[in-house]
T-cell receptor, first 116, second 114 residues
Framework: NAGVMQNPRHLVRRRGQEARLRCSPM?????VYWYRQLPEEGLKFMVY????????ESGMPKERFSAEFPKEGPSILRIQQVVRGDSAAYFC??????????????FGDGTRLSIL | DQQVKQNSPSLSVQEGRISILNCDYT??????FLWYKKYPAEGPTFLIS?????DKNEDGRFTVFLNKSAKHLSLHIVPSQPGDSAVYFC?????????????FGKGTLLTVNP
């Protein structure tokens, strides 16, 4: 499967724990985007990364959330000290060039995070 | 503030008929629009897009129409098939430095009945 791979598909955490979500972009794609979908809502942009660089994190909550895309390995979305409101589906997307006109983003199947 | 609105949460059509999904936007800076299809427990799959320099784009059974003056776009599926049953998301982006930032509507659940 050459698509965007996200793991785990489901993640359960207790309040106060840390959640780590992983995303491997499509082969040949060096641009990664994270989106969050709350119940009954559309996807909301969180962060845009290229290898070793955060380009735009304007959609990330100011505290507890961080993202990285190291030179080697997948992109990681990290949520520290999770709270019930963090329960959502988190989707990763990738594109070969900066997403925009004629560069549709391709999405993974998401990680469903549940906070007990 | 909902910049991309899909006012119909659901739509039901008969197999073989036309499905029309609607989307309105408020941000006049948006100039690139996409439709994604999403099955349960899967990620959104890109369907079709349109740039604001066009008013129509067609790909097989799928056609997207853009009315810039009304800030409205629609997705037509003809003929509809049961496998088209899914949630359809409209998304938009603005050209310039943040053209990667997609703004999504809440989605419309399409059910195509055999």
């Amino acid at each position: 499967n050459a698509g965007v791979m996200q793991n785990p598909r489901h993640l359960v955490r207790r309040r106060g724990q840390e959640a780590r979500l992983r995303c491997s972009p499509m082969k040949g794609h060096s641009h990664v985007y994270w989106y969050r979908q709350l119940p009954e809502e559309g996807l909301k942009f969180m962060v845009y990364l290229q290898k070793e660089n955060i380009i735009d994190e304007s959609g990330m909550p100011k505290e507890r959330f961080s993202a990285e895309f190291p030179k080697e390995g997948p992109s990681i979305l990290r949520i520290q000290q999770v709270v019930r409101g963090d329960s959502a589906a988190y989707f990763c997307a990738s594109s070969p060039l900066q997403g925009g006109s004629n560069q549709p983003q391709h999405f993974g199947d998401g990680t469903r995070l549940s906070i007990l | 503030d909902q910049q991309v609105k899909q006012n119909s949460p659901s739509l039901s059509v008969q197999e073989g008929r036309i499905s029309i999904l609607n989307c309105d936007y408020t941000n006049s800076m948006f100039d690139y629009f996409l439709w994604y299809k999403k099955y349960p427990a899967e990620g959104p799959t890109f369907l079709i897009s349109i740039s604001s320099i066009k008013d129509k784009n067609e790909d097989g059974r799928f056609t997207v129409f853009l009315n810039k003056s009304a800030k409205h776009l629609s997705l037509h599926i003809v003929p509809s098939q049961p496998g088209d049953s899914a949630v359809y998301f409209c998304a938009a982006s603005a050209s310039g430095g943040s053209n990667y930032k997609l703004t999504f509507g809440k989605g419309t659940l399409l059910t195509v009945n055999p």
